[in-house]
């Protein structure tokens, strides 16, 4: 192709003075992704997501879960180049398929060698929500530049772990599709990462919180929605939380809305999937493809694990029961690792 032109130049949907091909940042993260997460109960919690790094000349995938003591995962991917497609849903063995847009997906794991396989479809519960910019410099380089779209949905299907089938009915879960520079990948160095993001019935509440080693803010977004769209937006956050180490154990926060509400969020950690297993870490040997079992009841494994960190949880919010997950990424922090 003739100066980054492809034949998605045809399209009407122009939105920078360039080729669609390029971005706002030329560099090799600049990724479009998708993460789906599911805490299917105490016993389960699984993910899924597929990424596109158009100039770094890859596609990747993945998908893990942990079932009792052991997390499985797979790695996956492929080269990309100038016309692939870009929406080609699948990546080695793993197939994100968006059925209907905003609407439904389809999410397959169909490796027969492997100790995990799924079939499962997400079906929206309540339109997406926008997060804001969140653009990050430091000593005047572009570090972050990236934006996400949250959603909250239903999955069904069936999840096979080593040989053991579990159904999954009408299970509300959660879904991320964000775009953008991410020059680093897994737990912070230093401050803190937080998001919340808790189903309940007949509504969702969702608060994504970013501080420096000092406590300071510097991120706060976060909505409560329901079928009618978002109903309220969070503007500012307390937490208190309980860590072992790097580990969530549980906690509260406080969440006050521009309506002048606050809510009362009690978190219970019931189990932990590890972002690194899937390659969320600065590792390069920990993004190469293949697979993993991870046996959680190692003290060693978990410290080789330990990082950004989906928690499975149980909330009650004011008093209402529901599950969902805690994502955490703590590096040094002036009040829970000051060392």
Known sequence: ??????????????????????????????????????????????????????????????????????????????????????????????????????????????????????????EARFAPVATERNLIELKGEVVTDYMNFFQSGSYSGTVVVEGHEIAVRDRAGFRDRGWGLRKHEGSPRRGLVVFIGAELPGSSLYALLYETASGRRVFTNGWLMDEGGVTDRVVDAEHDLDFDGVLLRGGRATLDFASGARREVAIDVRNRLFLSAVGYTADPAGKEPGRGRHDLSDPAAVDRLVGQTDNGCRFTVDGVAGHGYVETGLGIHARYRPD
Not at 38 to 65: E, K, M, P, S
Not at 86 to 111: H, K, T, W, Y
């Open 1 to 122: 192709m003739s100066d980054g032109l492809t034949a998605a130049d045809e399209l009407y949907s122009h939105q920078l003075v360039a080729p669609r091909a390029v971005p706002l940042h030329e560099h090799p993260a600049w990724a479009e992704r998708c993460y789906h997460l599911l805490f299917a109960g105490d016993d389960l919690i699984l993910n899924a997501g597929r990424a596109v790094y158009a100039h770094d000349g890859r596609r990747t995938a993945f998908a893990a879960a942990v079932a009792g003591e052991a997390l499985h995962a797979l790695r996956a991917r492929e080269a990309f180049g100038p016309g692939d497609d870009p929406d080609r849903p699948d990546v080695g063995p793993v197939r994100i398929e968006v059925v209907a847009p905003l609407e439904r997906v389809r999410l397959v794991l169909d490796d027969p060698d492997g100790p995990l396989a799924f079939d499962l479809v997400y």
